[in-house]
């Protein structure tokens, strides 16, 4: 994607580290040659080698196209599996990171960024450096269900996939703010938004009346509560 385009691209995967110690940089779904030649890349590049989402823009300015979403989620402390979703939407000026169907860390980018192109094949588990072949920085652990889309998922198609697997308990995609300005006689808006594995209800009190003020329920993994 050259500059004046967006680059809107998602990647996504399940991972297991079955507790083995990773190294810095470990890759993990990698396009292009690591040493800001990468187009876009999962990684383990984030402090303390937890999980990284990033892409590198049409600029080619070094480390001044990296935009990255580091997270401080490590996967070496634990042998259970994470859903690992990247996403890039430059048209809304975001990259993002999701762990197991949560918002775990964003980054910006400035629209019409474009996307640097990969000087080397997407390489699952490792990462070249140097070559495009020679695969260092491996990731010591398993891999499923590996996924490229060219569009930026959404919220609710992340959470949606990673409830269809795993029995997730209600959070707030979006939590309510603490505090809503209305004017007196119209009508009171408060965004919320819940996720988890269906089905789930909501219910909106008037703690000071005692009344109930509104309520439903879905069948879906993504609810709107506002």
């Given at each position: 994607?050259?500059?004046?385009?967006?680059?809107?691209?998602?990647?996504?995967?399940?991972?297991?580290?079955?507790?083995?110690?990773?190294?810095?940089?470990?890759?993990l779904m990698c396009i292009g040659i690591w040493g800001y030649l990468e187009q876009i890349f999962?990684?383990?590049?984030?402090?303390?080698?937890?999980?990284?989402?990033?892409?590198?823009?049409?600029?080619?300015?070094?480390?001044?196209?990296?935009?990255?979403?580091?997270?401080?989620?490590?996967?070496?402390?634990?042998?259970?599996?994470?859903?690992?979703?990247?996403?890039?939407?430059?048209?809304?000026?975001?990259?993002?990171?999701?762990?197991?169907?949560?918002?775990?860390?964003?980054?910006?980018?400035?629209?019409?960024?474009?996307?640097?192109?990969?000087?080397?094949?997407?390489?699952?588990g490792s990462r070249p450096d140097g070559t495009p072949f020679n695969g260092t920085h491996q990731f010591v652990g398993l891999m499923?269900?590996?996924?490229?889309?060219?569009?930026?998922?959404?919220?609710?198609?992340?959470?949606?996939?990673?409830?269809?697997?795993?029995?997730?308990?209600?959070?707030?995609?979006?939590?309510?703010?603490?505090?809503?300005?209305?004017?007196?006689?119209?009508?009171?808006?408060?965004?919320?938004?819940?996720?988890?594995?269906?089905?789930?209800?909501?219910?909106?009190?008037?703690?000071?009346?005692?009344?109930?003020?509104?309520?439903?329920?879905?069948?879906?993994?993504?609810?709107?509560?506002?």
């Amino acid at each position: 994607t050259p500059v004046g385009g967006n680059a809107e691209v998602s990647m996504a995967c399940w991972v297991n580290a079955n507790g083995s110690a990773q190294q810095y940089g470990a890759g993990l779904m990698c396009i292009g040659i690591w040493g800001y030649l990468e187009q876009i890349f999962l990684d383990l590049g984030a402090g303390n080698n937890a999980v990284r989402f990033g892409i590198s823009d049409a600029y080619g300015k070094l480390a001044n196209s990296y935009h990255t979403a580091n997270s401080s989620q490590k996967l070496d402390s634990t042998s259970d599996w994470h859903y690992l979703v990247g996403v890039c939407d430059e048209a809304g000026g975001s990259v993002k990171l999701y762990i197991d169907g949560q918002l775990a860390a964003s980054g910006a980018v400035s629209p019409g960024s474009g996307l640097l192109k990969g000087a080397a094949p997407m390489m699952l588990g490792s990462r070249p450096d140097g070559t495009p072949f020679n695969g260092t920085h491996q990731f010591v652990g398993l891999m499923n269900d590996v996924a490229l889309y060219n569009y930026p998922l959404t919220p609710a198609q992340v959470v949606a996939t990673y409830a269809a697997v795993v029995n997730t308990a209600p959070f707030f995609a979006v939590a309510p703010p603490a505090t809503v300005l209305a004017g007196q006689g119209l009508p009171l808006t408060i965004p919320a938004t819940a996720a988890g594995t269906p089905p789930m209800g909501y219910l909106w009190r008037d703690v000071g009346h005692g009344t109930n003020v509104a309520g439903g329920i879905t069948g879906a993994a993504f609810l709107d509560a506002s």
